[in-house]
């Protein structure tokens, strides 16, 4: 495991940046899968500004998303489908046909979960998974549970998540309950993984999932299990 400590926010998005850039450079055709929520909010605008200085051409890469609310579609502005247009893929190069993002209103989520997953390995995997750490310790929305799942599926959001995710909503009984979520398998087969946290209230959970055991209860702890982590931490 790489693990990085910078300065502060705007250094760690620059550094998750470069990254992200590099594995672009490196393979014009590669298959990004992407995260949504505060953390990378930063990356994707030194990424945005990448591709308008002509650094990072996006014109061949494919995106998967991890997850998206239950009920949520893309015209409604708190949906992840929502976020990813506005913060990076309207900014950027990337054809809008190659991005993916769970469709959570899909009549059948089991089956929606079956073709994600599908398109995943169709797509020959993902080369670098960008990922955020909730304060439960999920990674896109694997909550704590007595397993680990490995496909695609609809969950139950934590209390501690919706709490946490209410911030962007007008008022907690807005946050939908319920989401789909990339499993544990297509994170783990990501040839590369980068893991970005900041702020002291994340520290206590990084480190418990970076050096605790590995269980279900802490979902991002299984990430110590891949063989090409990196992690990027800042306090600020
Ligand atoms: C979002 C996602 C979540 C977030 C996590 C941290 O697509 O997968 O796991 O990464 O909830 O969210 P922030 O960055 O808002 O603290």
Same mark, same amino acid.
């Given at each position: ?20 850039a ?23 605008t ?6 308008a ?32 247009? /506005?913060?990076?893929? $309207? %900014? ?7 991005t993916? =993002? *769970? ?14 997953d ?19 310790g999920?990674i ?54 980068l ?7 994340? /520290?206590?959970?990084? $480190? %418990? ?8 209860? =802490? *979902? ?17």
């Amino acid at each position: 495991m790489n693990y990085i400590i910078v300065k502060d926010y705007d250094d760690l998005s620059r550094k998750a940046a470069n990254i992200i850039a590099s594995q672009v450079i490196l393979k014009p055709g590669c298959v990004l899968g992407l995260a949504t929520g505060s953390s990378p909010v930063g990356t994707y605008t030194k990424l945005s500004e990448m591709c308008a200085s002509g650094d990072v051409d996006f014109s061949k890469v494919t995106s998967v998303n991890l997850d998206e609310y239950e009920g949520l579609d893309g015209t409604n502005d708190q949906s992840y489908r929502y976020f990813m247009d /506005k913060n990076l893929f $309207d %900014k950027i190069n990337i054809d809008k046909k190659n991005t993916y =993002v *769970p469709n959570g209103c899909a009549a059948d989520l089991k089956k929606e979960g079956e073709e994600y997953d599908a398109l995943i390995k169709s797509l020959g995997g993902i080369d670098i998974q960008l990922l955020g750490i909730g304060l439960d310790g999920h990674i896109g929305f694997n909550e704590p549970d007595e397993f680990f799942t490995k496909e695609t599926h609809a969950v139950e959001l934590d209390p501690s998540t919706i709490e946490a995710n209410s911030r962007f909503f007008a008022s907690i009984d807005d946050v939908p309950k319920r989401a789909i979520t990339m499993g544990m398998m297509s994170i783990m087969q990501a040839k590369k993984i980068l893991l970005i946290a900041n702020g002291k209230n994340k /520290k206590e959970i990084l $480190d %418990k999932a970076l050096t605790g055991p590995i269980t279900p209860m =802490v *979902p991002a702890s299984i990430l110590q299990l891949h063989p090409d982590l990196t992690v990027i931490y800042s306090e600020n």
